[in-house]
């Protein structure tokens, strides 16, 4: 099991940037495809981008396209997600999470679970 605890969420205007880190416990960190999922108020945990294990290849919701960036760094055992242009509907607690498969689509195909950190966004 990959233990995942996130930071970085914080509140900022519409237009900002933030840089969310995601540090595991374990130093197979390399071996897992990673992925970012966020979840708002009274909706449902929704996927914002993803990582392959091996590799560079990356994947991203359409609504995050040309503004999120998904990163990892194996020796710190670290994922980033630097997202630029924030907009007030990116206002949400963001996860990471070590998944089965790439690309990464939805929830069910993750395994393991950071606690979330909450990024607000002010319009």
């Known amino acids: 099991q990959v233990q995942l605890v996130e930071s970085g969420g914080e509140l900022v205007q519409a237009g900002g940037s933030l840089r969310l880190s995601c540090a595991a416990s374990r130093r197979t960190f390399g071996d897992y495809h990673m992925g970012w999922f966020r979840q708002a108020p009274g909706k449902e945990r929704e996927f914002v981008a993803a990582?392959?294990?091996?590799?560079?290849?990356?994947n991203y919701a359409d609504s995050v396209k040309g503004r999120f960036t998904i990163s990892r760094d194996k020796a710190k055992n670290t994922l980033f997600l630097q997202m630029n242009g924030l907009k007030p509907e990116d206002t949400a607690v963001y996860y990471c999470?070590?998944?089965?498969?790439?690309?990464?689509?939805?929830?069910?195909?993750?395994?393991?679970w950071g606690q979330g950190t909450q990024v607000t966004v002010s319009s």
């Open positions: 999470a070590a998944c089965f498969q790439f690309p990464v689509q939805a929830a069910h195909e993750c395994f393991s």
């Open positions: 990582i392959i294990w091996i590799g560079s290849s990356t």
